[in-house]
């Protein structure tokens, strides 16, 4: 018979929200992030804003109601996953403090972990992979964050990552220097 090796001590429940601009490199931060808790044995769940938007949120617009509702929908699937025990990564614009306040209010206090992947908009336009910024530009695409739709910077983020002059790497180590300050994983 073979004897099953315990995993190393895994940890509560808890969630890393990362918000920021179009660009800004929230879901490659949150992959390097997710690499790094998995190299811990850390199981983790990575919800991504843009397969959301494929997928739990196909029907929603991009108004700010329609905003709202993918950030409400986001915040129900992630208080789900936290309750069944998960650690939940989420890069999401959430553009506005409303929805990133109330989707902190649906997980246990101390176990939400806001970071702002903060960019200035040019450098975010200069990222911009899909051609999402220049389409805004030319009035083809409307409702798009910085452009002609309203982002609020968090005021207090447990995280502050100036993205234009951190590497992802470097930024993801700093993630995780956080989260063991905070006594949600084990310092190795």
Known sequence: MTALHP????PQPFVIWFTGLSGSGKSTLAAIV?????????PVHNLDGDALRRGLNRDLGY?????????????????????AGHVVLVAAISPFETG???????????????????????????????GLYRLAREGHLTNF?????PYEPPTNPEVHVDAA????????????????????????
Do not use: C, Q, W, Y
Request: glycine share 6%; aromatic share 2%; net charge negative.
């Open 7 to 10: 995993r190393p001590d895994t």
């Open 34 to 42: 997710e690499g790094l808790l998995k190299d811990r044995r850390v």
């Open 63 to 83: 108004d700010d109601d329609a905003r709202d509702e993918s950030i409400r929908r986001i915040g129900e699937v992630t208080r789900i996953l936290v309750e």
């Open 100 to 130: 990133r306040r109330r989707a902190r209010e649906l997980i246990e206090p101390g176990r939400f972990v806001e970071v702002f992947v903060d960019v200035p908009l040019e450098v975010a336009e200069s990222r911009d992979p899909k």
């Open 145 to 149: 964050t910085g452009i002609d739709s």
């Open 165 to 188: 002059a951190l590497n992802p790497l470097d930024a993801g180590h700093l993630v995780i220097a956080t989260l063991e300050a905070a006594g949600l994983i084990t310092r190795v």
